[in-house]
């Protein structure tokens, strides 16, 4: 129980993580990938747990855009989805 308490502090919506991600934004051609496989990812759940590896399981699970990519632009989006997030609490 405990361990999950401490993971709920990770949760971020996906607009959140979109919105980070808009801050510092990859090339034009990738930020428009990473839109669709948000956008299919939403649609089934608002949020995730960051620093878990969530995120690239659930592109997987339920992206048909993240599915049809070449297996090396895969690994490319795993990576971003697997990056670290900093987080800053008062």
């Excluded at 991600?21 to 990938?33: F, I, K, Q, R």
């Excluded at 649609?43 to 590896?53: C, D, E, K, N, W």
């Excluded at 855009?65 to 895969?74: C, G, I, N």
């Amino acid at each position: 129980m405990k361990e999950q308490e401490d993971l709920e502090r990770f949760r971020m919506t996906i607009d959140e993580y979109l919105a980070m991600m808009e801050e510092d934004p990859l090339p034009e051609a990738t930020m428009n990938v990473l839109r669709e496989i948000l956008a299919e990812i939403k649609s089934v759940t608002p949020s995730f747990i960051a620093q878990t590896g969530t995120l690239a399981k659930l592109a997987e699970e339920h992206s048909d855009t993240f599915r049809a990519l070449p297996e090396d632009r895969k690994r490319s989006y795993e990576s971003i989805f697997r990056g670290p997030i900093f987080f800053v609490y008062d």
